[in-house]
Nanobody
């Protein structure tokens, strides 16, 4: 099993930045790709970004492209999401996810999930 714990959420003004972190533990050797998803109030959870094991392949949702940057540090079993130029519509609970296969934006394909961290962007 793999355990994922997110941190770094909080309250920020529009235009500001936050950096989310995700710490993985347990059978981390089984992880190949990781991702970030988010769920806004009253909406379904949606894809944000995903990254391959090597970090060489990254995919972003159109809504965050150019503003968010996903990265990972395999030596530390960490994944990050740098969020810049935040907008009120970015307000959501952000979830870290991991899977044994290749990168995909399909959340149903992820094996492991964190509990989420709240990000609130005020206007």
């Amino acid at each position: 099993q793999v355990q994922l714990v997110e941190s770094g959420g909080g309250l920020v003004h529009a235009g500001g930045s936050l950096r989310l972190s995700c710490a993985a533990s347990g059978r981390t050797d089984s992880i190949r790709s990781m991702g970030w998803f988010r769920q806004a109030p009253g909406k379904e959870r949606e894809f944000v970004a995903t990254i391959s094991w090597s970090g060489g392949s990254k995919v972003y949702a159109d809504s965050v492209k150019g503003r968010f940057t996903i990265s990972r540090d395999n030596a530390k079993n960490m994944e990050y999401l740098q969020m810049d130029s935040l907008k009120p519509e970015d307000t959501a609970i952000y979830y870290c996810a991991a899977r044994a296969g290749a990168i995909t934006p399909q959340q149903s394909q992820y094996d492991y999930w964190g509990q989420g961290t709240q990000v609130t962007v005020s206007s």
